[in-house]
């Protein structure tokens, strides 16, 4: 018996356009739970405001942005997926476990890499305009 058959996700009824619409609104529901509840997120945001705005300032170029806005995504997205390996964990243990903390510590280790990746990339984008 394959896992399809074992396991059944919970889905939505409707026609196919239904689906998608509440598809979208639960992920809007993703995107107000990490701006209202977890504060690197709004770290996050502060550090995108700022940066759009030193881009704009500094008139980067088509590939510059193309950069900027990529690691928008992938620092923002990392953070939600660390938000949901997080939530996930603490909905099955309240207990101190050596797994939970290595998913934890390694979703929280992604996050910081796609952050420091970018903040790299920022610096050599800018510092060559500001000076």
């Known amino acids: ?9 919970r889905k939505d ?3 196919m356009f239904l689906r998608y619409k509440k598809s979208f609104f639960h ?3 993703g995107i107000k739970y990490v701006i209202k509840n977890e504060h690197n997120f709004i770290i996050i945001l502060m550090a995108i405001i700022i940066t759009t705005l030193f881009g704009f300032a500094f008139k980067i170029n088509e590939y510059e942005w193309l950069f900027v806005i990529t690691s928008f995504g ?5 953070e939600m ?6 939530a996930a ?10 797994l939970a903390k290595v998913a934890k510590d390694c979703g929280s280790g992604a996050t910081l890499v796609f952050a420091f990746t970018s903040f790299i990339g920022a610096l050599i984008i800018f ?3 500001i000076f």
Request: aromatic letters at 0%; a negative charge.
């Open 1 to 9: 018996m394959e896992l399809q058959d074992k396991v059944k996700r």
């Open 13 to 15: 009824s409707g026609n």
């Open 27 to 29: 992920a809007l529901d």
């Open 74 to 78: 992938l620092v923002s997205g990392s």
């Open 81 to 86: 997926l660390n938000s949901a390996i997080e």
């Open 89 to 98: 964990i603490d909905l099955e243990t309240t207990k101190l476990h050596p």
């Open 127 to 129: 510092v060559p305009k």
